[in-house]
Nanobody
Framework: QVQLVESGGGSVQAGGSLRLSCVASGYTDSRYCMGWFRQAPGKEREGVASIDRDGSITYGDSVKGRFTISKDNAKNTLYLQMNSLKPEDTAMYFC???????????????????WGQGTQVTVSS
């Protein structure tokens, strides 16, 4: 069974940085799709960034220029480097994955079958 484990969340002041990690296990190869999502209390789950099977990267509009998604296939690990953090970035951040994701829908939560438990990011002003 595929398992995803996030880490790296914490509390940081506005303007600071955090680096999230997601370790995947259970896949037979590394050519699966992965994405980062976040959800604040009372809000819908929001796509942050994704990487498809071909390596194409998509960012949500609210994080473009500030966040960077990357993947280390040798370590089966997905990363999210978050810079210039804002209080509105405060949320539970989830790693998600699936073997196939519809092209152009990498930021849609419904495209992913496997999810981690989440890691909390809190940004204070």
């Amino acid at each position: 069974q595929v398992q995803l484990v996030e880490s790296g969340g914490g509390s940081v002041q506005a303007g600071g940085s955090l680096r999230l990690s997601c370790v995947a296990s259970g896949y037979t190869d590394s050519r699966y799709c992965m994405g980062w999502f976040r959800q604040a209390p009372g809000k819908e789950r929001e796509g942050v960034a994704s990487i498809d099977r071909d390596g194409s990267i998509t960012y949500g509009d609210s994080v473009k220029g500030r966040f960077t998604i990357s993947k280390d296939n040798a370590k089966n690990t997905l990363y999210l480097q978050m810079n210039s953090l804002k209080p509105e970035d405060t949320a539970m951040y989830f790693c998600a994955s699936d073997l196939w994701v519809t092209r152009g829908w990498g930021l849609s939560p419904d495209e992913y079958a496997y999810w981690g438990q989440g890691t909390q990011v809190t940004v204070s002003s």
